[in-house]
């Protein structure tokens, strides 16, 4: 890909997520869901005049990984140790339920097989592919409506950051039936050894930090070193862990989120996002999936493979949320808010692919599931909490 495309590419990209954000707004709608609508309009769906490639990969992977060193940012530290028990246990639900579901889905339009059959393997996989949580859109909702610190905000990030750890030892764990070399507790050692290594060396950064801070409060260089750090820990999380690089963006911004300029650094981050990485990376959503092909088979496997993917999540962790005291409108909140499915669904998919368990076909129903509920969560959530504000509003009168 030359420049002068690249340059192309980038300017269609922009000034049409920006347009359809704005035509959203407009009808009270998210912003992120007109970025991926526009995406739909400009990919192989209508128009075909942008296509996926490696580089708008690699810019999209730098929004979703800037977008999650935002969150941690904006986590409240005390407000997740004390939602630290339930946000595993809302993540325990959000990945066995869907498991099940999918598996039995699977099952249920190609024929129930032997436990370690290729067909149980198959029924298994697919039903891994909906554990997967992305909480990047709802991120950015919760950012629009001012929620991201609130309770409700930290569990929905609590969980989908546990929920992740879950699903790459289930994805393991699914891999190994089908290729025996595959070491479950290799992978589990690895988990944890970074979440160890991301406590000892988050005290150390942080104390390094907060003197960074205290001798250069509010220069640049303060955000440029936590930008750093955020590429440094998903490069590392990813590479030598296993584990997902938006986890270690993640837990990076929550090494920094105590410090006195760390709101300094969010905005600093945010203009970064919202002018071009952000965009980028929602419209790719719409961009990887061309409509045209789906047959009326696929179709209606995948029609059936959105709707349980979407209530997998929010029966799984809005009834246990439920369960745990939240009332019902932050039990739904929960649920809706763990529903998007996004890049990790579809690594998860590829690994399948690439491991000859599922064929490509199944795509179709990945890309329709992670387009279907990167759209509905914003909207959902939005309505939710607009209907908590009218309320407010009655009481207060």
């Known amino acids: 890909m030359d420049t002068l495309e690249i340059l192309r590419t980038v300017a269609i990209i922009i000034i049409s997520a920006k347009l ?29 005049v942008v296509t996926t490639n490696d580089f708008l990969a690699g810019m999209a992977e730098i929004g979703v990984i800037l977008l999650m060193f935002s969150a941690g940012l904006e986590t409240d530290i005390d407000k997740l140790k004390k939602s630290g028990i339930k946000a595993t246990i809302l993540a325990l639900a959000g990945v066995f339920i869907p498991l099940i579901l999918g598996t039995i889905l699977y099952m ?19 039903g891994t592919i909906l554990t997967a949580t992305s909480v990047s859109i709802t991120v950015q909702v919760l950012k629009e409506l001012g929620k991201i610190s609130t309770e409700v905000g930290t569990t929905i990030m609590s969980a989908a950051i546990i929920d992740d750890v879950i699903g790459i030892v ?9 290729d025996p070399e595959a070491n479950l507790g290799a992978v589990c050692i690895k988990t944890v050894a970074f979440f160890i290594l991301a406590i000892i060396v988050g005290i150390i950064i942080f104390k390094i930090m907060k003197l960074i801070d205290r001798r250069w409060p509010h220069t640049r260089r303060i955000p440029i070193i936590g930008m750093t750090l955020a590429f440094a820990l998903s490069y590392i999380a990813d590479k030598y862990f296993g584990v997902a690089d938006i986890t270690g963006a993640y837990v ?20 970064n996002s919202y002018m071009i990485f952000g965009p980028i990376f929602f419209a790719s959503v719409g961009l990887q999936t061309d409509l045209k092909t789906v047959d009326v088979t696929i179709l209606t496997f995948s029609l059936a493979f959105v709707f349980v993917g979407l209530m997998g999540k929010v029966l799984g962790c809005g009834l246990v949320a439920r369960l745990l005291k939240y009332n019902n409108s ?11 499915r996004g890049e990790v669904a579809l690594i998860v998919a590829q690994r399948g692919l690439k491991a000859n368990i599922i ?8 890309i ?25 509003a009655a009481v207060a009168k």
Request: neutral net charge; hydrophobic residues 55%.
């Open 368 to 392: 329709l599931l992670i387009i279907i509920s990167s759209i509905l969560t914003p909207v959902i959530l939005k309505a939710i909490y607009a209907a908590d504000d009218r309320k407010a």
């Open 330 to 340: 932050d039990a739904l909140k929960i649920g809706v808010g763990m529903m998007t």
């Open 359 to 366: 064929d490509g076909r199944y795509f179709t129903a990945v």
């Open 170 to 178: 289930v994805l393991t764990a699914v891999l190994g039936l089908k």
């Open 252 to 271: 990076a911004g929550i090494i920094l989120s105590s410090l006195d300029d760390s709101e300094y650094i969010d905005r600093k981050m945010d203009i």
């Open 20 to 48: 359809f954000g704005l035509l959203a707004r407009k009808v009270k709608a998210p912003q992120v869901a007109g970025e991926i609508i526009a995406g739909l309009i400009i990919g192989p769906s209508v128009l075909n």
């Open 108 to 126: 249920f339009f190609y024929g129930f097989a032997a436990i370690g059959s290729t067909k149980f393997i198959e029924a298994v996989f697919v």
